[in-house]
Nanobody
């Protein structure tokens, strides 16, 4: 059973903003690097943003750069994804994933580097 729970997904119009949350229910999230991914119907899962366990290093996919910001509050055991200037192409299920320590397999934006996955939260952006 996953330890991660995402929330914050919703319906918005293009240009709007959302803040997604990824909360660990049992583990101490400060020991884990966390990645945000998204998957649209019929599409492969793609990396959005990632943050290391200390919150020092972040990475963004090209489409997220400049619009999305990943951050974490280890005292609250939560990682956030702030999404601004949303576009219809951003419509997808957004999932967070964690791995203890740093990502050692692939890059932080590749799914194979993570062991635990949440169920996802739906983001729908309308023109």
């Amino acid at each position: 059973q996953s330890d991660l729970v995402e929330s914050g997904g919703s319906f918005v119009y293009a240009g709007g903003s959302l803040r997604l949350s990824c909360k660990a229910t049992r583990a101490t999230l400060k020991r884990y690097s966390v990645g945000w991914f998204r998957q649209a119907p019929g599409m492969e899962r793609e990396g959005v943003a990632a943050i290391d366990h200390r919150g020092v290093n972040t990475e963004y996919s090209e489409f997220a750069q400049g619009r999305f910001t990943v951050s974490r509050d280890n005292t609250e055991n939560v990682v956030y994804l702030q999404m601004n200037s949303l576009k219809p192409d951003d419509t997808a299920v957004y999932l967070c994933a964690s791995t203890i320590g740093i990502v050692v397999e692939g890059t932080p934006l590749e799914p194979r580097g993570y062991e635990d996955w949440g169920q996802g939260t739906q983001v729908t952006v309308s023109a």
